[in-house]
């Protein structure tokens, strides 16, 4: 019977390595998890020989480097989740499940980070640890749901706990954009259409007027006005236009910009109800997850504010932090939030934590919430589409009598 010799880590943090005999390396990791133990490596004594490694680690001290970009998605992150977690509950070691996983994303800013993070547990580091190592791919929520399974033992229900959370999570996204794409093709076609409009047909039109000495109603003139400048400076107009793009980021990047569109999107009657119940779907979520694995209230108050976007609410989740941390109740805390969170909220968590199943009643709240969102988003194309519809016939309309105008009043003078 073959001998191997394993490393691996309890509940409490403490290492132990040794050699056992088994068939298999399956064998070894389910006796080890037996015993509370996670197995880090498993490897195969050979005669006259030291302990080979299963696996070679992809040499690749690159990590740092692309971390700082932003290029994993959800959907790597929600199928890296569940892998992970079946093949630690089939007792395959952590660090030979992540060398694997690795080898199947094509993706090399999460190839990367994957590999860093399997090198750093087999040198010793605590799996939470080396996932925090990479904060642009393992964001603080995911990092403290695996803090919470590692120290509580069920690493495989949290994995598929946070594999969840992330398909909700994209999911809810992928609506709103599915609901924002027709007005935004719409605007840039309009857009195009306007500018070739201005820089092609005007012009010709303008000079017909020209050659005709036309008097010319002040309409026009401001059309024609115009299009000689769009003409004449096109560089500078499409030149600028890179410009404004980034100085619109970076006035809301600031906190007066953050305030000035997380109040935009309150107020706006089309958007105020579909923010407050993304907002509200997005925070009942993200808390009722961390809950759930096991994370204390007041981290996870402050998890779930990193989570939410709009300036008001991440307000809301630090007030309710600072109230919860002086001994009050958190439906208590969101009452005087009621402006900007629905009622059925604090009702439903005021239920949850008087019944003390508030991680099952935040689950419902996001579930009703995320099925308001999908209704709303339906609703929205429908209600833009005449909106739209209206908008360009003002401005066809406009340009119409500024053009068709002056040539009713040259044929009246015949």
Do not use: C
Not at 65 to 71: E, V
Not at 116 to 145: C, N
Not at 151 to 157: E, L, P, S, Y
Request: charged letters at 20%; glycine letters at 8%; proline letters at 4%.
């Amino acid at each position: 019977m073959p001998t191997f010799s394993y490393v691996a880590k309890n509940t409490g943090g403490e290492t132990e390595s040794g050699t056992f005999q088994a068939a298999s390396k399956i064998e070894v990791a389910r006796d080890l998890r037996s015993r509370g133990f996670v197995p880090i490596t498993i490897e195969e004594k050979k005669a006259g020989k030291a302990g080979k490694s299963d696996f070679n680690i992809l040499k690749l001290d690159i990590g740092p480097f692309f971390d700082k970009l932003r290029g994993v998605s959800l959907t790597d992150k929600i199928m890296f989740s569940r892998h992970l977690a079946v093949m630690i509950a089939a007792g395959v070691p952590i660090t030979r499940a992540l060398d694997t996983l690795s080898r199947q994303t094509k993706n090399i800013v999460f190839k990367t980070a994957i590999l860093q993070v399997e090198k750093d547990i087999r040198g010793g580091t605590r799996m939470a640890d080396a996932f925090a190592k990479h904060p642009k791919t393992f964001d603080t929520l995911y990092v403290s749901m695996i803090r919470s399974g590692d120290a509580t033992g069920n690493i495989v229900d949290v994995l598929n706990l946070l594999a969840d959370h992330l398909k909700k999570e994209h999911d809810l996204r992928s609506r709103v954009k599915g609901a924002l794409m027709y007005p935004a093709v719409i605007v840039t076609a309009m857009g195009g259409i306007g500018a070739l409009m201005m820089t092609v047909v005007v012009p010709k039109i303008a000079a017909i007027f020209k050659d005709l000495d036309a008097e010319l109603p002040f309409l026009t003139k401001i059309v024609i006005g115009i299009s000689e400048f769009i003409s004449s400076y096109w560089y500078i107009v499409f030149g600028s236009l890179p410009v404004f793009i980034f100085l619109f980021k970076r006035f809301a990047g600031t906190e007066l910009g953050k305030k000035f569109f997380s109040r935009l999107f309150l107020k706006l009657p089309l958007f105020s109800g579909l923010t407050r119940k993304i907002n509200s779907a997005r925070f009942a979520r993200t808390l009722s997850s961390l809950v759930a694995g096991a994370v204390p209230i007041l981290e996870a108050l402050s998890i779930t504010k990193d989570t939410l976007a709009n300036f008001y609410y991440r307000e809301s989740l630090s007030k309710m932090h600072e109230s919860v941390k002086g001994g009050k109740p958190l439906f208590e805390s969101i009452v005087p939030f009621e402006n900007i969170y629905p009622g059925l909220v604090v009702q439903m968590v005021r239920v949850g934590e008087e019944t003390g199943a508030l991680g099952d009643v935040l689950k419902r709240i996001a579930e009703f919430y995320e099925e308001e969102v999908d209704n709303a988003t339906k609703n929205l194309s429908s209600i833009i589409e005449p909106i739209l519809m209206l908008i360009i016939g003002a401005v066809v309309g406009v340009f119409a009598v500024s053009m068709i105008q002056p040539m009713y009043s040259m044929m009246g003078n015949l």
